[in-house]
Every structure is written in structure tokens, then in C-alpha cells.
């Protein structure tokens, strides 16, 4: 669906030349939801605006559904646009219009009939759950319900792709959740295609099939989020991984149990799809005279299935302790263990 | 009574007058507006990093409109005299007083409207753009109604300065509330003239300011 190769977008500022985008490689599957993540800086908001053309690669090709957009220009590209829609991260609505009217406006753009218009955002606007507020302007909404007319408004042309640029960075993790959830219904609902950028692996989990991880304009790894959450290559992407289990300081926590225990082994187990459902702690317990203190744990649903976390305490002879491990590690469960201050 | 407190008032001659600043201030502003808008977008537009980035174009542009906006107004209507004369045929009544006070207002909001564009979110020019639309687009749907209030504001203040700028044209021929006042009032010594011509300038002024700024008030929406 969506082809990036070589594609390069260097800046010539003041402080010198920016390798904002540099040899980014990537195929995006019709109907998949692939996200983007990197820390501020790493080039996503320049490349994900390659994608409409907004920004003008110095290399490389990006092509839609079998049609070269950088070559595209005038009005062939203004024509391919409608089709590749954008989300923003401040939502970038008319302050000068009602929600109806902000729906309406790539309507009149795209030369719709004026009642084919109405027909359509009363669609759009059911479709987001703003039914009520369709005369409202902007600055009488929600962040949460400005990001729904950001896509409604998106939505109206019904587009093949739609591009979001930070959608939720700047909402509170309430709203953010359910502009996610909408996103997934619409993807599911109209087979649209989304690539979404974002610094916040939460967004990755929660809604991506695919991932790839940004660092200085280059992706460092990309892979199913699954396989990517289960064994992380790159230390970017295992910061990013971590930031996802660890409410804040539990690995101080941690640490610190192992102190505590200096008989005992800390270890952390990272559950992917099937393994996440079986009985293994209790395999573990029976099979293995070792006993098993369990400190925290959590598990998250991902597009593609389940992935937990659970750090516990393994107390026993160091051999018992060994062959358990080796047993986790034999039915596809990570083991890391947290080393003795 | 009025004829007690204002013995050498002329009604019918201070309507008459009346009507002719108002006449004078209402094509000025109008016409103000659109050449005000036209060279505010031109300058917005050409300036560096904007849509049509052109250093020589809003060089012209910007050079003209700081020259005209610098010239004290009485003296550009005295350098405007070959000009008025050649266009309007004639250097007396309110319309030769229009070219002046169109060439001398014109920059002068021009300038407003280009601060009042440049405020304009440049995200929602991008949010456009991304939805595929043109220039042309983006000018009246996006760029003038998202900076309505400003280029509202901008005109009241514009048009109140014309007030007084009908004034000035009025004592070097032109008609108006202005030349009425320097001609019947201060050149025969009728102060009640001049008291007169003054308090209705100022009603013009206070009406002006205040349509200006419930239009402002009621456009904005932010
Ligand atoms: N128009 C521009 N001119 C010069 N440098 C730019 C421009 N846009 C982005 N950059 C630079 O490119 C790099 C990547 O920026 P960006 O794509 O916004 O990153 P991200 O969205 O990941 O935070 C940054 O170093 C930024 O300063
Ligand atoms: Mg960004």
C-alpha cells in the first residue's frame, strides 16, 4: 500500500545541515495500522510529512497504492491529497467554524454538492460520537472531542491512508485511550490504512500491528509489536519497551529486593501470545523444588495478542534455580534476571 | 434654542456637511479595505518561508507601503495635487479628496492586515494544504475568515483615522465638517461653528468605534 524506499530529507538550517530523515526503507500493508516511535528530534514529523507530500524528500520515492506521489505536483498532487488524510497533534481546526462546518470544509475543497455535504457530515459526525455538538465551535471542545472532529474532518474524503502526527500527545491518558479506541474502530470498521507516530510506546501497544522505532532520521528496528515487545534488538527500543512496563522506579524496587533476598534470585518474565495463558508458574512450582514469590505483574492486550510482564522472586538451591529458568526460557518466555547490587 | 446657543450655525449647511465626511469616509474605507487586504496578502504571501516567497515583489510592495505610511497626510495630499487633478479633473469637493485619502490609508491597514495574517495558526494552513487545497482556497476560506476580527479591528481604526483625515483634506478644498470648520468657523471668528463641527465629528468617531467593535466582538469565536 504504502512503499518508502531511500528516502532522505536533509534541512539546510542556520546551525548547519539536518539529517532530519536519513535512508528510511519501509512497506506498509493495506489495512494495517503501522506505528512509528522515536524521541522527540528523531525525524518522524518530517518523514510521516513525506507522506502527503507536505515535505518534499531531497531523495527517494514515496509511493501510494502503486502511484509515485513525489513526482506528483500543481494540481495531480492536490487531487492525491484527498486521498491521504492528516491528523494533527493540536488538531488544527477553523477556530471561525462550527464542528459541522470544520467537517465540511475538505467537502468543499474536494467540490462536493452542498447537500451532499450535510448528508455526509451528519455521517461523520455520528461516526466520532459528536451527535449535540455540531454547532459548537472549537473552543467550546474537549481536547478530546477537537481530536474528533480533526477526524471526522479526515475521514470525509474517505481516504485510502490516514496519517496522525502525534493524534494524542496532547491529550490526558483518559482521552487519549478513547481517541485510540476510535482510531481501532475505524480502521476495523472502513479497512483504512494508518500510520501513526508517537513517543509514547502505550499508543504502539495499544494499537499498532507493526512498529518501527526512529533514532536520529534512521529506523533502527521494525518488526510486529509483539515480537518487537518479546525480543527488543536496539537499546532505544528497549528503553521504549521498558518505559512500557515500568510505572516509574520499580526497577529501583527491584534492586532493591534483590538485596533484600541475596539467597534468592530477582528475575523478570516477559509473557508473549500463547505463553501469556498458560499455567507456568505452577508448571514451574511442581516440577521444580523451588518457591516462587511474585512481586508484580502485569498484562497488556495488544492488536495481536496478549503480552505480560511479572517480576517474581525464585528462592531454592542455585541448580533448582537454574533449571527453572531454563524450563521459562524453553517455552518462549523471557527471563532476565536482576543482578545482586 | 439652538439658535440662542449657536447664532451662526447654518443647519442645512452643517447637514450638507455632515453628509460629505460621511461620504468621503465611507468610499475611503471601503475602497481602503479591499486595496488594504489585497497588498496586506501580497506582503504576507511573498514574505520568506510563505506561499509565494518573493524577495523582489515584497521588496516593491513593502518599500511602497512604508514611504506612504511615513508621508504626513497633509503633505502627501499637497504631492497628490498633479495626480488628483489628472484623475478626478478638479482639486475641489469630496471626490477629489478621495485619492489622497485612499493613498494614505490604503498602507497604512496594509500593514495591519499582514500582522493580522501572520497571526493566522500556521498549522490550519497546513491542515488545508494536507486536505488538498489551493491557494486561492486557502486565502478566502482559511487566511481571511480565520483573521476576520483583526482585519475588522484593524479597518475601525483605519476609518477613524480617515475621520480626521477628511478633516484635513476639507481645509485644503475639500468638502466636509472639516473645511466647514475652518472656513465659516475659524477664518470668520464663529467659534459655535467650529464647537459644532467638533461634536459631530465626534459622534462619528464614538458610532464608528463602537459598530466596530460589536462586528469584532461577534466575529470572533476563539
Ligand atoms: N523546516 C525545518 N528546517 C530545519 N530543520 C528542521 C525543519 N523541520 C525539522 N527540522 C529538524 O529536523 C529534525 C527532526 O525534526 P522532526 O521531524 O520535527 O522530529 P520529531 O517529529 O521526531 O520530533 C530536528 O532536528 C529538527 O530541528
Ligand atoms: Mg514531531
Known amino acids: 500500500m504504502i512503499t518508502l524506499k531511500g528516502l532522505h530529507k536533509t534541512f539546510n538550517a542556520k546551525s548547519g545541515v539536518v539529517k532530519a530523515v536519513d535512508d528510511v526503507n519501509i512497506e506498509i500493508e493495506k489495512g494495517e495500522i503501522f506505528g512509528i516511535i522515536g524521541y522527540s528530534g528523531a525525524g518522524k514529523s518530517t518523514l510521516i510529512r513525506m507522506l502527503n507530500l507536505l515535505e518534499r524528500p531531497t531523495d527517494g520515492t514515496v509511493s501510494i497504492d502503486g502511484m509515485d506521489l513525489s513526482r506528483l505536483k500543481g494540481k495531480e498532487l492536490r487531487k492525491a491529497r484527498q486521498e491521504i488524510s492528516m491528523v494533527f497533534q493540536h488538531f488544527n481546526l477553523l477556530w471561525s467554524r462550527t464542528v459541522k462546518e470544520n467537517i465540511a470544509f475538505p467537502l468543499e475543497i474536494a467540490g462536493v454538492s452542498s447537500t451532499e455535504r450535510k448528508k455526509r457530515v451528519d455521517e461523520l459526525v455520528k461516526l466520532v460520537g459528536l451527535e449535540g455538538r455540531e454547532n459548537a465551535y472549537p473552543s467550546q471542545l474537549s481536547g478530546g472531542q477537537k481530536q474528533r472532529v480533526g477526524i471526522a474532518r479526515a475521514l470525509a474524503n474517505n481516504p485510502k491512508v490516514l496519517l496522525c502526527d502525534e493524534a494524542t500527545s496532547a491529550l490526558d491518558p483518559k482521552t487519549t485511550d478513547s481517541i485510540l479506541d476510535l482510531l481501532v474502530d475505524i480502521n476495523k470498521q472502513l479497512g483504512l490504512t494508518i500510520v501513526l507516530i508517537t513517543h509514547e510506546m502505550h499508543v504502539i501497544r495499544k494499537i499498532c500491528h507493526r512498529v518501527a522505532v526512529m533514532e536520529n532520521g534512521r529506523i533502527v528496528e521494525q518488526g510486529h509489536v509483539l515480537e518487537v515487545f518479546q525480543n527488543p534488538k536496539e537499546d532505544i527500543t528497549r528503553d521504549f519497551v521498558n518505559q512500557l512496563a515500568d510505572p516509574g522506579d520499580i526497577h529501583k524496587t527491584l534492586d532493591h529486593l534483590a538485596e533484600e533476598y541475596p539467597e534468592g534470585k530477582v528475575v523478570n518474565l516477559t509473557f508473549v501470545q500463547e505463553s501469556a495463558e498458560k499455567p507456568l508458574i505452577s508448571d514451574v512450582l511442581r516440577k521444580f523444588a523451588v518457591d516462587i514469590n511474585i512481586l508484580q505483574g502485569k498484562i497488556s492486550q495488544t492488536q495481536e495478542g496478549a503480552y505480560g510482564k511479572l517480576s517474581v522472586l525464585l528462592q531454592g538451591e542455585e541448580k533448582d534455580i537454574q533449571e527453572a529458568i531454563a524450563y521459562m526460557e524453553s517455552h518462549h518466555v523471557g527471563v532476565e534476571v536482576i543482578q545482586n547490587a | ?222
Open chain 2, 1 to 222: 434654542m439652538l439658535e440662542q446657543w449657536f447664532p451662526n450655525v447654518d443647519w442645512e449647511k452643517m447637514w450638507e456637511a455632515t453628509v460629505q465626511t460621511l461620504y468621503m469616509t465611507a468610499i475611503s474605507v471601503v475602497a481602503t479595505f479591499i486595496l488594504g487586504i489585497i497588498l496586506g496578502l501580497l506582503l504576507f504571501l511573498t514574505a520568506p518561508g510563505n506561499r509565494w516567497e518573493n524577495k523582489v515583489i515584497n521588496f516593491i510592495i513593502a518599500s511602497f507601503v512604508n514611504v506612504f505610511r511615513s508621508i504626513p497626510f497633509i503633505i502627501l495630499i499637497i504631492l497628490l495635487i498633479p495626480f488628483t487633478v489628472w484623475l478626478m479633473k478638479s482639486m475641489l469637493g469630496a471626490n477629489a479628496a478621495l485619492p489622497a485619502l485612499i493613498v494614505g490609508a490604503a498602507p497604512f491597514y496594509a500593514r495591519m492586515v499582514e500582522i493580522a495574517l501572520r497571526e493566522v495558526d500556521k498549522g490550519v494552513i497546513e491542515a488545508s494544504q494536507s486536505m488538498g487545497a489551493n491557494d486561492w482556497e486557502i486565502i478566502y476560506k482559511v487566511l481571511l475568515p480565520e483573521s476576520m476580527p483583526a482585519l475588522v479591528s484593524g479597518i475601525t481604526v483605519t476609518a477613524i483615522a480617515l475621520v480626521s483625515y477628511t478633516a484635513m483634506a476639507g481645509v485644503v478644498g475639500a468638502g466636509g465638517l472639516g473645511n466647514l470648520a475652518y472656513l465659516e468657523g475659524y477664518q470668520r471668528s464663529n467659534p459655535d461653528v467650529t464647537l459644532v463641527a467638533t461634536v459631530i465629528i465626534l459622534l462619528i468617531v464614538f458610532i464608528l468605534q463602537i459598530i466596530g467593535d460589536v462586528i469584532t466582538r461577534s466575529l470572533d469565536k476563539r
